[in-house]
């Protein structure tokens, strides 16, 4: 009885899974090759030459080939092996049959896998399986206990959150958006295999699934920030109809024990240190294993590649197009340097090898194929009108001029840089490592010619945040209609929410953006609201300065209430920095409040601060809603005003630190200053420190 069979026999009588045997992603079609989803993606037969070599110089990283033979210098950055799986906690993951069938066949007991075959049945063989077996199986560590899983929501979070970008969507799941009648269309290009899943307990497969990058840390199974209660439920689903595998030929060859000091010599004899470099410490066997030849010194028609392969060579079952591939690649690097590469092809080789291109598109290239399209779905209805918007991962094209670098780090592997919440498909983390090469390299390559000129310095006459807010809002330009606001939803359809607009995109690709949305970013909704307006340029700044004094404004018309007048730090958990005419302070005010219930305006006309309170901060309304534009009186109790400004004075502007306390800079009598307040420790009064040119001044403001 074949494995497909044996699996089909018990997923039969399950009532509940809702549709044929052979419909688990488990029992996708078999793949007789080393398979690498993006060489596969990305290359034919039919191909010229010219192109096929490209998917050789892939093959030499993602089948670990770099990792014995060693190409020479000028390829050695391009060509680095990835990350094998870490090893150090297998014997906790995979039980005794299981090592030794993969460690025996691993083209055997996983179709697909990039793993190459070493025993070829040779004498001695089943020997050395087994003592790698023993040693494996001791890297044992327990598992925690972990939450039992739901394989219902298991089936629908696989569908949805990305998984399929990559594997085998199920037969019998339907997604949301396909219509009643209609077939639902197979993946044209294969699927990376999943068949050792089952292998693992279901307390190892959650634990997998939560945190795999602690397991393979080449990020080819990236984390999909799953919640440990989410892991549990796929592993839960990849567990139906599981049944324990038993390696028969083990069983039958009846061996000795071979002892787990054995196995670690074995495992350095056998070389499996060149990949797996997290097991054996320096120095923890004096057994060395024989040095492959140098990458420069292969033959293209021996060992791996040869027509018939001979014993005792790593066994890879490359397919007729990876061997030409590999032979094209071998002789292009046996004949020349390595090409200097530009900014935008390492950005493009780092995509593909680790394939963001299954999901997204940049230059041209990549994006789901539409069978896999059709699992990419929204959570909110009113999403719809987006179109594919509303679910496709989003187009890379200028993505390094667009973000800035503190958001990239957040999209790549930090957190809270979500910013679609209507979207199911999540942002996969690739782990530091693979990916933070990016930070430097997109902005290189996407850089223009001749960059967007954008004042923000907040200093113009038109820099008023209210001259913004009333862009957007309902009677100006309505952003509103599709853009939210901090917890406000948009009038219409949920575009991305404008709330962290600065620390998000870069202001000249948000002017850019504006001026001419669609030469921008090709396929966006955003409509061309400031072409022929001739203040465009006042305006859009103005609008950024609204957004970068967002926690100290109000919200637009149509997403405003009665409510929102009064400024609250306490509410907000952080200071907030209003502009405003201000009484005490003049038309040039800038207030800052602290949720510890003190509060200051500074004058930036004056350039000194000029009065401080406790209590309530501010209420905006006779600002907002007057067009007289009266000043703003303090809330609060115990106003102070503050002494007189000596010397001449030069406002600069002000910087935040990560916590929003504002620093503000002038120059006085020629010398930089740096002024800042914030509230003492004791919650009493102010630590006031004045930065002149270096030397730190430090007092106590209290009253």
Not at 588 to 607: C, K, M, N
Request: hydrophobic share 40%; glycine share 8%.
């Amino acid at each position: 009885m074949t494995r497909t069979t044996k699996l089909m026999a018990v997923l039969a009588p399950l009532a509940f899974f809702g549709g044929s045997a052979h419909a688990h992603p488990l029992q996708a079609e078999p793949i007789n090759h080393a398979y690498v989803f993006n060489f596969d993606q990305f290359n034919l037969p039919q191909d010229p030459d010219e192109h096929v070599v490209e998917g050789g110089y892939l093959l030499l990283g993602e089948l670990n080939c770099t990792a014995c033979h060693v190409p020479p210098k000028s390829w050695q950055e391009r060509l680095a092996p990835k990350p094998a799986p870490n090893l150090s906690k297998v014997g906790a993951r995979l039980d005794a049959d299981n090592l030794w069938m993969m460690i025996r066949s691993p083209q055997h007991r996983k179709k697909g896998t990039q793993m190459p075959g070493l025993f070829a049945g040779e004498e001695g063989d089943a020997e050395k399986v087994e003592a790698l077996t023993e040693f494996l199986s001791s890297l044992n560590p327990a598992t925690p206990k972990m939450p039992v899983g739901d394989m219902a929501r298991g089936k629908d979070l696989y569908h949805k959150v990305g998984c399929v970008a990559c594997h085998e969507p199920a037969t019998d799941y339907r997604p949301a958006k396909a219509a009643a009648d209609a077939e639902i269309e197979k993946p044209g290009l294969g699927s990376v295999p999943l068949i050792l899943a089952e292998a693992y307990s279901a307390d190892a497969l959650t634990e997998f699934l939560f945190d795999p990058l602690s397991h393979r840390p080449s990020g080819r199974m990236p984390n999909m920030r799953l919640s440990l209660q989410e892991a549990a439920d796929i592993a839960a689903y990849m567990h139906l109809g599981r049944e324990v595998e038993v390696a028969a030929e083990r069983a039958a060859l009846k061996l000795p024990k071979q002892g787990v000091e054995k196995g670690r010599e074995v495992f350095a004899q056998m070389n499996c240190v060149a990949c797996h470099t997290d097991v054996l410490p320096t120095g923890d066997t004096k057994v060395s294993a024989s040095k492959p030849k140098a990458l420069a010194g292969l033959k293209v028609d021996a060992g791996c590649l040869a027509a018939i392969q001979p014993s005792g060579i790593p066994r890879f079952d490359l397919n007729e197009l990876q061997k030409r591939a590999l032979r094209l690649a071998i002789t292009a690097i046996q004949k020349q340097e390595a090409p200097a590469m530009t900014a935008e092809q390492k950005v493009d080789w780092q995509m593909t090898r680790l394939n963001c291109y299954a999901c997204h598109d940049r230059d041209g290239k990549g994006g789901p194929e539409d069978p896999r399209a059709q699992y990419f779905g929204s959570n909110d209805g009113s999403a719809e009108s987006l179109g594919e918007l509303a679910h496709l991962p989003p187009n890379l094209d200028h993505v390094g001029r667009k973000l800035t670098k503190g958001w990239l780090t957040k999209v790549l592997w930090g957190e809270g840089g979500s910013v679609r919440p209507y979207m199911d498909t999540r942002m996969p983390n690739f782990g530091q490592a693979q990916t933070e090469m990016l930070l430097d390299l997109l902005p290189e390559a996407d850089k223009r010619e001749q960059p967007v000129a954008i004042d923000i310095s907040g200093l113009a006459k038109h820099h008023r945040a209210e001259s913004g807010r009333q862009l957007m809002g309902a009677t100006g330009l309505a952003c509103v209609a599709c853009h939210g606001l901090k917890e406000r939803k948009s009038l219409g359809p949920p575009v991305i929410r404008l709330t962290h607009t600065v620390e998000r995109l870069q202001p000249e690709y948000f002017k850019e953006l504006l001026l001419n949305p669609q030469a921008t970013q090709p396929g966006t909704m955003m409509p061309p609201m400031f072409m022929g307006r001739k203040k465009a340029d006042q305006e859009i700044e103005s609008i950024w300065i609204y957004l970068k004094e967002l926690d100290g404004q109000p919200l637009p018309e149509g997403l405003l209430s009665t409510e929102d007048f009064e400024l609250k730090p306490e509410k907000a958990g952080r200071p907030i920095v209003f502009r405003s005419f201000i009484e005490g302070a003049g038309s040039h005010a800038i207030a800052v409040g602290f949720p510890q219930g003190l509060h200051a305006t500074f004058d930036a006309v004056q350039v000194r601060w000029t009065q401080v309170w406790r209590g309530r901060f501010l209420d905006a309304m006779s600002n907002w809603q007057s067009r007289e534009m009266l000043p703003i009186k303090p809330l609060g109790t115990d106003l102070k005003a503050l002494p007189q400004a000596t010397g001449k004075r030069v406002f600069s502007g002000y910087r935040l630190d990560k916590v929003g306390v504002p620093t503000f800079l002038y120059q006085q009598d020629g010398q930089s200053v740096e002024d800042t307040l914030k509230p003492a420790p004791d919650g009493k009064g102010f630590d006031h420190e004045i930065k002149i040119n270096g030397k730190v001044i430090r007092e106590v403001l209290s009253w």
